[in-house]
């Protein structure tokens, strides 16, 4: 038996190092890894050579490997009202005529100021309608994934807004069928008259807002599962490992003060941004956007950043950033930006810390591992933690629902995946106590064969074995 562990190359370092040092790989066919590229030193080959299966449109590769996400912009620059009602369908297709086709494309319309245009509206479907006719000419396979995020598809959380509180059981009616994982979700019951729910993907964001979202990844899990019931084409993850901290103007989403020592000048640069997810959680949502659905596609902006941690742009003015500069004795009052904040040209260091993609890539690297049983019999797994509700076997649910019955006890989950008489497995839990080592035992659900495992905290554990 092999057990796998966390790859050697990752530590918290504000800027990304996996496609630097990462594993050179290539994912089993059929899944995506599709990055946005941050490293300004860092050519978009090199993503490629460590799994990247898609990397943003801006960054050189041909079309087919290319992955895009256009936004509101589209539609308000065609003329669109507030909600985009007063397009017609000519109008709505010549919005899909004006984007171009790529390997991979999700839209951000749910998203803007103005101009928002969501699933459940007759104006994206006649978009989508176009982009797919377009898309069946390219000449290279085309995935299109609807809009971020998009609540019309399934995101499904805990919180049951009936009642006001956590209750993952709530969500229990929605296993056993396509039509019952469907439900009455706007992406399936309008996007179906035109056959679209068919042909596009599903996505479940990854985008945390609450510090007790420590079961985030289960959400995920379970999300994963519906949607993936519900639509034939699939789901996928759209990680973006940062916290937000909504509904607080005027900073709104930025609330967490990063502080930057640096040399040149010397001191103590303080700027305030995005706060960072939970770097356990992030590998097991890497990983899980493999092992249940069919990939991730990250989500970032397009900007590019250097290597020197002396290089910051102004901040924007909108951010209400609230940079604070402590210069060391001999460094000048102010800190001398390289320009100002929509200066394309001007050289920056990222302002937040970008490890969070680190350790989502570091659950991608632990799922390869695991290739040798890519399209196996997959199954949830019995199980007891020593000292844990008496050692009682944990044993999958009859319906389906594992994931919701374990989190309703608060505890971990764990499957299996057999082929050709070789097994993988995992195991997590993200209810353990940090740090706190206990010992796991798992069961293959097809006999009797058992793993004990020595698991830290909420460690993701991976293994490999024959039966």
């Not at 940062?242 to 010397?266: G, Q, R, V």
């Not at 989502?360 to 390869?368: F, L, N, S």
Request: net charge neutral; aromatic share 12%; charged share 20%.
């Amino acid at each position: 038996m092999q057990r796998y562990f966390l790859p050697s190359w990752v530590r918290p370092e504000f800027l990304e190092r996996g496609p630097v040092v990462g594993r050179v790989m290539t994912l089993p066919a059929g899944k995506v890894y599709a990055i946005s590229r941050k490293r300004k030193d860092t050519p978009a080959e090199a993503y490629e050579q460590r799994g990247a299966t898609h990397v943003h449109v801006l960054d050189g590769l041909t079309p087919a490997k290319q992955h895009t996400m256009p936004n509101w912009e589209m539609w308000a620059n065609a003329g669109a009202n507030a909600n985009c009602s007063n397009l017609n369908e000519a109008q709505s297709r010549a919005v899909a005529d004006a984007y171009p086709i790529t390997g991979f494309i999700i839209d951000q319309f749910g998203e803007g100021p103005t101009a928002v245009c969501t699933s459940e509206k007759p104006q994206y479907r006649w978009f989508m309608q176009r982009l797919l006719e377009r898309a069946a000419g390219a000449g290279f396979p085309t995935v299109l994934v609807g809009s971020y995020g998009d609540l019309g598809m399934y995101q499904g959380r805990f919180l049951n807004l009936v009642s006001g509180s956590r209750d993952p059981l709530h969500r229990r009616g929605r296993y056993g069928s396509k039509a019952a994982a469907r439900g009455t979700n706007s992406f399936y019951t309008t996007i179906a008259g035109l056959n679209l729910g068919d042909a596009i993907a599903s996505n479940v964001s990854y985008y945390p807002h609450n510090s007790q979202e420590f079961d985030r990844a289960l959400e995920i899990v379970h999300s994963l599962e519906i949607n993936s019931l519900a639509n034939d084409r699939g789901c996928y993850v759209i990680p973006f490992p940062m916290y937000e901290t909504p509904n607080n103007p005027p900073i709104m989403a930025k609330t967490f003060d990063w502080h930057h020592e640096t040399t040149s000048p010397a001191g103590v640069l303080t700027i305030r941004d995005y706060g960072s997810s939970a770097l356990t959680e992030c590998v097991m949502v890497g990983f899980s956007s493999m092992w249940f659905g069919r990939g991730l596609i990250e989500w970032h902006d397009t900007r590019k950043f250097v290597t020197d941690r002396n290089k910051f742009k102004s901040s924007h003015p909108d951010d209400a950033r609230q940079d604070f500069w402590a210069p060391a004795p001999g460094s000048p009052a102010q800190f001398p930006y390289t320009g100002n904040h929509s200066d394309s040209t001007a050289d920056s260091y990222t302002t937040q810390p970008l490890w969070g993609y680190d350790y989502i890539r570091a659950g991608v690297e632990m799922y390869h591992d695991l290739r040798d049983t890519e399209g196996g019999n997959r199954a949830y797994a019995p199980y007891y933690v020593d000292g844990q509700d008496g050692n009682a076997w944990q044993e999958p649910a009859s319906d389906g629902a594992t994931v919701l019955v374990q989190a309703s006890k608060k505890m971990g989950i764990a499957q299996t995946r057999t082929k050709n008489g070789l097994v993988s497995g995992f195991f997590y839990d993200p209810y353990a106590i940090p740090n706190a080592q206990r010992r796991v035992t798992i069961k293959h659900p097809g006999g009797s064969k058992t793993w004990t495992f020595d698991v830290v905290g909420n460690e993701l554990v991976t293994f490999n074995d024959s039966l």
